[in-house]
């Protein structure tokens, strides 16, 4: 509840990286002479840049922030999201899919489905995606500026409107390379700056060991600690595989094997990293295909390493609030002044009366699940305490966790003055690359796609390099506005994403048709689409989560199946809509004519292009050895987490 | 491009490195301030790992730059 201070040396920290970020825009300006160099940076950047620079842009704050979430309430489970939801699909990327976008010299996703479809794929992609992107910045500004409100105190207009200037000043500055060169120096501030908090962390609960026994002992009954009111066999918060072999009764998350491998594993997997412009705008900056398809392998390395960073101090953050002696708890969720304010009048009120209807009472002006015994006695001492030590009574009493709140008060637990500015420009640095990364996405597809091919083609390229910076600046105020309103409408929010969910579970259905088979048609392809699109919507409308009543969370149309849990649901609701979408495209690319000849799609669909020859490099540069390679370690990984 | 990203990394680093070992080095007495983070000098160990990494990167990109010279454009 109390803010933490900084001192001098950590906004001394703060400002050094400011500067130096804002310094590389300034620095790269004098290299930006034409609306390529500024929003494909005129593909001439190394691997190893791209590479960090593309699990950079993937690793914004609410990456940060929601696994280490993840890491708390579903254990070493979480690494899933990286090594079955990540790795195989980069390597994938790299090996079968960079070919086609770096060598169909498409300056964007959409633009490589008008060269392989037609202008309808292209609308409706990158539409679809423009408004994704200004959304996803906007909802991950807003959560947090709200994170450093709550912890730290900061005020949440300032927070907001700085931290989105500073990202203005150096994209529009220096464009995408200078994104993707900050992006390379944020990813080394991110690792570099968590790294002694989780050291520490775990040193406190007393390493690995002590940490994993008691997270055995709270699996087995997480009630003790409010962690939900279902038991677990021993090893569910400390086993990848065993809880999620035993079916979805065994795990925290709720799913089953199959939904994990095929729903997460390779359709929302394969169809983030291998379709999302987002990350594959990195690739595609590469100097030549070589590096371009070693961006993603590049990538891979740290992206299969981060579960040490983000997962473990969930995992570290459940042992802690097990262990009574270390007095910590997870957050409790973010409540206005107002509702407090009225449970301390309820609190005062209480007083006067029988302390057993005390709690009900304060529960209901809280609207949260209060802790019994703190309540009675924080209603029995009541006269002699000012509002702001009752206030704190009730806060202390809430039996709820905010799971978001775990990394910033982990760093707040450990981090003194200089390590704990530190730890703060790290976390600022994760918000700045995602959304850096969103800007420079989206002001690429605006201009290309939609500005050039729809609104004013045929202008010169100063033209079209003035619209680049335009939208920049309008892409980042567009994200702030978002910003505002997911403060404002947390349910609007949530519908929206879900809609994002829609639109993106089939999508790479579309690309592996349209890249491994010659007979997809355009009209295939966008009829595909939308009917994977209007299959996720029926999916949801005819399904419901256990625990939810039917509305956002689904079966408004009619319940016709339950799943166990939310994740479940969304796992299954992509699988169908990948299937529906795979279908379709197939069934009518079969009835209906081409309109590109082989000669148009070559270079653009895998039988139709010469086999890159990677002969001349050594065999253990070549990507097939390298993501070999990198699936063997991954497996490993899984092994030894079993 | 004509930046070698080597050069800002390893001079940021260096120079927050450098500041945390100095903080380190005149709060180390501090026992109330090391308390939280588990009586450790975090900011004096810390800080010299991050010296080391800035420096390596700077001795990196210094090579890099005789090695390759960047051709002016």
């Known amino acids: 509840m109390q803010s933490v201070q900084l001192g001098l040396i950590d906004y001394a920290i703060l400002i050094i990286y400011v500067a130096f970020v804002v310094g590389i825009g300034f620095a790269l300006r004098r290299y930006l002479k034409s609306s390529s160099d500024f929003l494909t940076s005129g593909r001439s950047i190394p691997a190893w840049v791209t590479g960090l620079a593309f699990i950079s842009a993937n690793l914004g704050a609410l990456e940060l922030v929601g696994m280490a979430a993840s890491g708390a309430k579903y254990g070493i489970a979480t690494s899933h999201f990286y090594w079955v939801g990540a790795i195989p699909a980069m390597v994938f990327l790299a090996i079968f899919m960079m070919p086609f976008y770096y060598g169909s010299k498409a300056r ?48 949440y207009h300032i927070a907001l409107w700085i931290c989105s200037g500073v990202v203005l000043i150096y994209v529009l500055k220096g464009g995408l390379t200078s994104a993707i060169y900050t992006e390379v120096l944020q ?96 690739a595609m900056a590469a100097k030549n295909m070589s590096a371009a398809r070693r961006t993603p392998l590049i990538a891979a390395v740290p992206k299969m390493l981060f579960p040490a960073l983000v997962i473990v101090p969930g995992m570290i953050a459940i042992a802690l609030t097990s262990m009574p002696d270390k007095q910590y708890r997870i957050p409790p969720p973010i409540i206005s002044d107002n509702v407090y304010n009225r449970a301390v ?23 949260r699940k209060l802790n019994a015994e703190r309540i009675t006695a924080l209603v029995k001492g009541a006269e002699n305490l000012t509002d702001q030590q009752i206030k704190q009574g009730i806060y202390d009493a809430i039996a709820e966790y905010d799971y978001d709140g775990v990394i910033l008060s982990l760093v707040k637990k450990y981090c003194p003055p200089g390590l704990l500015g530190l730890a703060l420009t790290a976390l600022l640095a994760s918000f700045m690359s995602g959304m850096a990364g969103n800007v420079t996405a989206f002001n690429t597809v ?3 796609d939609l500005y050039q091919a729809y609104i004013a083609p045929n202008k010169s390229d100063q033209h079209y390099f003035w619209m680049g910076q335009a939208v920049t ?7 702030i506005a978002c910003a505002y309103f997911a403060s404002m409408y947390n349910n609007a929010m949530d519908i929206i ?144 987490f079993w | 491009m004509g930046l070698d990203i ?49 420096v390596a990167m700077l001795l990196l990109a210094w090579r890099g730059a005789r090695v390759n010279p960047v051709p002016q454009q």
């Open chain 1, 345 to 367: 009048e309820a609190v005062k009120m209480a007083a006067a009366m029988d302390p057993e209807d005390a709690l009900p009472m304060v529960s209901e002006a809280m609207g």
């Open chain 1, 108 to 155: 964007s996703v959409p633009e490589y489905l008008k060269m392989r479809f037609d202008e309808r794929v292209r609308a409706l992609n990158s539409i679809a995606f423009a408004v994704m992107t200004v959304f996803a910045s906007g909802i991950s500004m807003n959560a947090l500026a709200k994170l450093l409100n709550q912890l730290l105190g900061w005020n």
């Open chain 2, 6 to 54: 080597r050069w800002p990394i390893g001079l940021m680093f260096s120079l927050i490195g450098v500041m945390l070992v100095v903080y380190g080095l005149i709060t180390g007495s501090n026992a109330e301030l090391y308390h939280r983070s588990l009586d450790i000098n975090v900011n004096l160990l810390w800080g010299m790992l991050l010296t080391v990494f800035g």
């Open chain 1, 497 to 640: 994403q879900l809609v994002f969910g829609f639109v993106n579970a089939p999508l790479f259905a579309t690309f592996l048709l349209g890249m491994f088979w010659a007979r997809t048609t355009g009209t295939g392809a966008f009829l595909g689409l939308f009917g994977g699109i209007a299959g996720s919507a029926l999916f949801h409308a005819f399904t419901l989560s256990a625990g939810n009543a039917p509305g956002v969370k689904g079966g408004y149309l009619a319940v016709w199946q339950t799943f166990p849990s939310e994740m479940a649901q969304n796992f299954w609701l992509a699988s169908f809509a990948f299937t529906v979408c795979f279908v379709l495209t197939l069934g009518i690319s079969l009835v209906t004519r081409r309109t590109k000849t082989d000669a148009e799609l070559k270079g653009l669909v895998y039988s139709l292009t010469p086999k890159i020859k990677d002969e001349e490099k050594a065999w253990y540069l070549r990507p097939a050895t390298l993501g070999i390679i990198l699936l063997v370690c991954c497996v490993i990984l899984n092994l030894i």
């Open chain 1, 473 to 479: 600046v309008v892409g980042i105020l567009l994200s």
């Open chain 1, 187 to 282: 990813f080394f501030m991110i690792v570099l700056g968590f790294a002694p908090v989780v050291y520490l962390g775990l040193k406190d609960v007393g390493g690995w060991g002590t940490m994993k026994a008691s997270l055995q002992t709270v699996a087995q009954n997480p009630a003790a600690l409010n962690l939900g009111t279902n038991a677990y066999p021993s090893e569910a918060w400390t086993s990848a595989w065993k809880p999620l072999l035993s079916g979805p009764a065994a795990n925290p998350m709720g799913v089953d094997w199959f939904a994990m491998v095929f729903g997460l594993g390779f359709v929302l997997s394969f169809g983030y990293w291998c379709t999302n412009f987002l990350v594959v705008q990195r």
């Open chain 1, 446 to 448: 605006w201009t290309y």
